[in-house]
């Protein structure tokens, strides 16, 4: 049980809330954003939504009901809602004169790389643009999502922490014969880092054949990376040549200490390899961090520095910290 509050402007920021394919057309699903329960559920154009879960007449979740043209329905009373929020229907009483204070609030919701998205207030940065995922000829793959029990700051540091390959992830992401971190550095411009690493990494493995460095024994990968804050990494990776691949990935902060993890990857090459071997391999580095994380104390990144003991080649979360305080995210 947390006690620790997440910080207001975090409303202000465009989430994850789940895969759009697991939001169906005709019936509601259920997300926790920042301590907030959600009723998610798509009119008949498609168009997604994001209200409140909360029925003001009893306080009965509405994800629990169904839709009906084009409103979510109550399935204790059967009041209907549209998709401002307002209350349309009463079926207890005759008296056509709805209450004002028949509403549910309403979200910023939007559809955009497979995921979707919600803004709990006006947001204030936009999403991140990944022309690869939109043009058609990359390979686009989702894989989990990745439920932790850890602050979402926490599950993007990992990501993008170069000092832990060799060890979490020894013959999988990291050699552990090759474990100094190169020279990098960090620029901030706005809400967005910006780095590039051209880092050791250890050779295709037999189990999951998912990176181009073939034929190489002691292979180095070039890194661009975009964070942009607070949690979303957009990851742009190759090695010399023309194949590549794009990470996306970012976490969706649930509660102070609950966050779940989705990455997106998208490559120009090996386009028929089935989506179960990136997805595989995925599971298993992300379930080789989990424990790792889900062990850090505190749960959430500490934004003062002198909380921890910061070296040369921990650029980023140095960065990552500042940065965040200097947009009041922290
Ligand atoms: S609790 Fe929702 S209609 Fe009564
Ligand atoms: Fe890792």
Same mark, same amino acid.
């Given at each position: ?16 809330? %789940? *895969? ?171 809400? &967005?880092?910006? *780095? ?39 990851? @742009? ?12 990935? &970012? ?14 990857? %998208? ?11 990136? #997805? ?7 379930? #080789? ?7 850090? @104390?505190?749960?959430? &990144? ?13 650029? &980023?979360?140095?960065?990552? @910290?500042?940065?965040? %305080?200097?947009? %009041?995210?922290?």
């Amino acid at each position: 049980m947390t006690t620790k509050t997440v910080n207001p402007k975090l409303r202000n920021c465009w989430h994850p809330v %789940g *895969y759009a394919n697991t939001l169906p057309a005709d019936a509601p699903t259920h997300a926790k954003l920042l301590d907030e329960h959600i009723v998610l559920w798509r009119s008949k154009d498609g168009t997604p939504h994001a209200q409140r879960d909360l029925c003001i007449h009893r306080g009965t979740a509405l994800s629990l009901g169904w839709v009906k043209d084009d409103c979510i329905v109550c399935p204790y009373h059967g009041w209907r809602y549209d998709e401002t929020g307002q209350c349309v229907e009463i079926p207890q009483t005759e008296n056509p004169n709805i209450p004002t204070k028949a509403r549910t609030p309403t979200y910023r919701c939007q559809e955009r790389y497979g995921l979707i998205w919600v803004a709990l207030e006006e947001p204030i940065y936009d999403l991140p643009e990944i022309p690869e995922f939109e043009d058609g000829s990359w390979k686009i793959v989702d894989t989990g999502p990745y439920p932790w029990k850890s602050d979402a700051s926490r599950q993007v540091e990992n990501f993008t922490d170069f000092g832990h390959f060799p060890w979490v992830h020894p013959g999988l992401l990291g050699d552990v014969n090759r474990p100094v971190v190169p020279d990098y550095s960090v620029e901030i411009k706005d809400h &967005v880092l910006h *780095y590039t690493v051209v880092r050791p990494e250890a050779p295709n493995s037999d189990d999951f054949p998912v990176f181009a460095n073939e034929d190489v024994q002691t292979p180095e990968r070039r890194s661009r990376y975009e964070l942009h804050l607070p949690y979303t990494i957009v990851l @742009r990776l190759g090695w010399g040549g023309a194949k590549g691949m794009v990470y996306f990935f &970012v976490s969706q902060p649930i509660s102070a200490d609950a966050c779940q993890g989705y990455c997106i990857i %998208g490559r120009n090459y090996d386009l028929d390899q089935p989506d179960t071997v990136l #997805q595989g391999f995925e599971d298993t580095i992300f379930d #080789q961090d989990k424990r790792i994380v889900e062990s850090q @104390r505190p749960e959430m &990144v500490p934004f003062d520095l002198a909380d921890e003991l910061h070296l040369k080649f921990d650029a &980023v979360a140095i960065n990552y @910290r500042k940065a965040m %305080g200097q947009q %009041g995210l922290t």
